[in-house]
């Protein structure tokens, strides 16, 4: 470590707190702090958690939805050398305790409100100790009056001692993990450092124009990277995160009249929820500059006419902290994907780690401060990823003869409902748990509303199980151990699944079962 | 070293050669070349300097003017581990020979043009050994007979191997030094890492909107960071660098013409030169975005009405990469300086290193990856610059009540002349060497063209060589001691020189001999 150069999230806290101290930095609900109430909320927090006894590298984890508490777990983390793990809030019990003993946490924040049920379900199955606390205890009491005895987040925050932790943290060291991808069937935690979080956030504060003046509505979930590389940004410019608990199209247009936002993440379908529900213009947001859409839509907002605004779009993956090449770095390209962001290194090479030459078809590979740490727990994963001393994304992609980059499709075919990435893998091995399954294979198909939706292809077990399954109880069966959204909208039944070789031929089933709309174009995070 | 995560100088261009062949990076006289052909040619460099025995952290000194081979020196210098040191071309024979002596370089490379004479004087007087390069060999050689031997710069990098040399270079390990200050009298040369570069680039790159379309007209010296820190900032985004070998209007408006500059460096001075010589519109200057003017002016390029545009200023110094704070990132605020650029720390103490309160004046410290790594071979300057791990500036500033800052002044006062720096205590150091001077102050007297002029205050020596000393002797003596700019332009006698305690009293001098006009806001670089 280098006290006179390295620089942490704690120390971009304790920066903004005396060169902005009258700047708003979180509003969540009734909640609204200053830098220097982050700064000073923050220490206590810190302190109480060195105090649980919290070592180096022991994990957080938040069983939340959005919440200016996340951002203080963050950065209280940060600031003595914890991780923090921000799970899907929409997993199922069963997923909640494959959460709980992969990450092994230290210290468990929790949410009665909405997702009390399963992660309370989950809580008693798991086997492990840790320190939990309520962190919705003040405002959701009353609703759980089961959740009286439980010890509360506010509490054990104020119970930590004011002042500076003043702990040296290294800034290579991981300070957050977020969940991805599912090969082998099995998500993984991607650690991310300091330097990662700290670098993206200048980069996409540049791509993005981020300021000290930036409002940012976390519109979207804060366990994906997609809405939090821009809360990275705002944070690290000194601007403002606003929080709303989830998605819902009229408390959206409630905050930006209310807080003047004027950045946000919205999805497709969102936006269009909002275009209908304020046709009759009941709520101002005027001071929102986002993607222009029709008449109506730019009439509302602020058209983002920037090459970001224009062309918001790239390709990255939770591994790279977000975004690896952005199109705004490379309007007029050919390449789909652009150019990649300042300071990464990206190549495109054949299974041996050459570069294939421009124009073929290669994994995607980078260097750069924006990687991953690794997979947390995941030693030979992390092994065959960083072999060459290249990250390898699992993503196919092309180099153009302009010097720009197309995605081509991972590796791994991904299913894509709204911002969600569905892993086949891990909705076949759910299947396969069910005894009247044999074999079973998911493609997606186009969905005019969220992309594309789940499709089942099974093969029967022999026997009276297998010739007793029916369409509605594997759908039953899967949303009962994954996330509900990645459950199949329906099922088909085969004889035997086609096949190239060992492979699955998943074209073959795309062709008979009306498969396709794979993200095959930009960002894959 | 982490391969993973580690990002160099000479990453970023292999990496433009890679998303960026088709661009221009270097453009010099009748020189152009892209990035693939600036990485090609920094292979070649960087192998032939590991072939002459350059070592890690060994010293390339370019004594020369702004030319594209002055970049690409720095990229070979960063593929293997070597420190280019730019040197200020207008010093005089005997300044050369203290950087010489200083720098001990391994590898010099000089340039003949204009500044041949001081140049092959220095090098005769030096006891010093290293491998002498002629850079404008083939451009100037037919002017100068006397260097027909001489060992050319591009004989040297053709005979280098072609291939990347492969070299592993640490991020933190310097890259550049650049002279900066004379306290003591004497320059230090603050060494800079390949962090410090790429991330003063990256932040340039935000405040002042640089992209891979920006043109930049290299139109101050490049020894100097104020034109530096933009040529890395076009260089870390792809963009181009347009070099011009010195300051000449005529020679500017020709080249914003012909390569549609869009980006350059300009003092107020030369400013007023090109709306004079151009205000027939002979020169298309259409393509500069800049600050604004008078109306002609304004008709003459495009306004540059961003943040920075408008609050082109703040407060940095050489041994920070530049800037530690932009009023752009502050704009509305009360304080002169704005605000901490992304990612570094800065805080106003007392001489025991506590915080002073909000309002009160104290030493400005830092931290962060932009700052310097000592200066090269001052171990006991660097302790006490980097006393409890933060770098400390020598120079004076408030933080005001709403966080922002004001640059004060200096703990050293400076004399400014145009865009360079005077210490007192240098020109003061060169007049007492005269037998006729017993001692002697500087001050700065405003001046309308070029902020101040340098006045001398002397105390004759007791004897005929007092008596016998002269103002027109003085300032011959130093010119022919040190850089000309830095010469007195008057000399005023006096029996003793006021004093508070220990220290000679300027304030009274000022008052005496109508000093004044020191640079106290804004940026002290």
Not at 235 to 253: H, I, K, P, S, Y
Not at 375 to 394: C, D, I, K
């Amino acid at each position: 470590m280098d006290p006179l150069h390295d620089l942490t999230l704690g120390d971009v806290v304790r920066e903004h707190s005396r060169s902005r101290p009258l700047r708003t930095a979180l509003v969540c609900a009734a909640y609204r702090g200053t830098y220097p109430e982050l700064n000073a909320r923050t220490d206590r927090l810190a302190n109480a958690l060195l105090a649980a006894g919290l070592g180096e590298g022991d994990t957080v984890l938040w069983l939340g939805q959005n919440c200016h508490r996340l951002v203080e777990t963050l950065v209280a983390c940060a600031k003595v050398g914890g991780v923090l793990v921000p799970a899907n809030w929409r997993q199922s019990a069963d997923e909640l305790v494959t959460v709980l003993d992969d990450v092994a946490p230290a210290v468990v924040i929790w949410q009665s409100e909405e997702i009390g049920a399963p992660v309370q379900e989950a809580r008693g199955r798991w086997g492990g100790t840790a320190r939990w606390l309520l962190h919705d205890a003040d405002t959701h009491a009353e609703a759980h009056t089961d959740t009286a005895d439980e010890e509360a987040y506010e509490a054990f925050l104020s119970s930590g001692a004011p002042g500076d932790p003043g702990r040296a943290v290294d800034p290579a060291a991981p300070v957050i993990a977020l969940f991805t991808a599912a090969f082998g069937g099995r998500p993984n935690g991607a650690l991310l450092s300091h330097d990662a979080v700290l670098s993206q956030a200048l980069t996409v504060a540049l791509v993005q124009n981020i300021t000290e003046d930036t409002v940012y509505l976390n519109s979207g979930p804060m366990f994906h990277m997609a809405t939090l590389m821009t809360t990275f940004a705002a944070l690290g410019m000194g601007g403002t995160n606003v929080m709303t608990r989830r998605v819902d199209a009229e408390e959206l247009c409630r905050l930006v009249e209310a807080e003047r936002c004027n950045y946000g993440f919205f999805m497709g379908p969102t936006s269009a929820e909002i275009l209908e529900l304020n046709k009759d213009g009941r709520y101002d947001l005027s001071s929102l500059r986002t993607f222009g859409g029709n008449a109506a839509w730019n009439a509302m907002i602020q058209v983002d006419d920037s090459p970001w605004g224009t062309h918001p779009a790239g390709y990255g993956q939770t591994e790279a902290t977000g975004m690896l090449t952005f199109n705004a770095l490379g309007i007029g390209a050919t390449g789909t994907s652009g150019r990649p962001s300042p300071w990464v290194q990206v190549r495109i090479v054949d299974p041996e780690g050459n570069d294939v030459p421009a124009g073929e078809t290669g994994e995607i590979v980078a260097r750069g401060r924006v990687l991953t740490s690794g997979y947390h727990m995941r030693p030979e994963l992390n092994a065959e990823r960083t072999r060459g001393g290249w990250w390898h994304t699992s993503d196919l992609g092309r180099r153009e003869a302009d010097g720009s980059i197309s995605f081509v499709a991972p590796l791994t075919r991904i299913v894509k409902s709204a911002a969600e990435n569905i892993y086949p893998a891990e909705v076949e091995s759910c299947l396969t748990r069910h005894r009247g399954v044999k074999e079973a294979a998911i493609i997606g198909v186009p969905d005019p509303k969220w992309t594309q939706r789940v499709v089942a292809v099974v093969v029967r077990a022999e026997g009276p199980d297998g010739e007793a399954v029916t369409e509605e109880e594997l759908i039953a069966h899967c949303r009962s151990l994954i996330a509900s959204y990645k459950k199949p909208s329906r099922v088909e039944f085969v004889d035997a699944l086609p096949r190239q070789g060992w492979a699955v031929d998943y074209d073959a089933l795309d062709q008979r079962f009306g498969g396709g709309g794979y993200p095959g174009i930009g960002s894959s995070i």
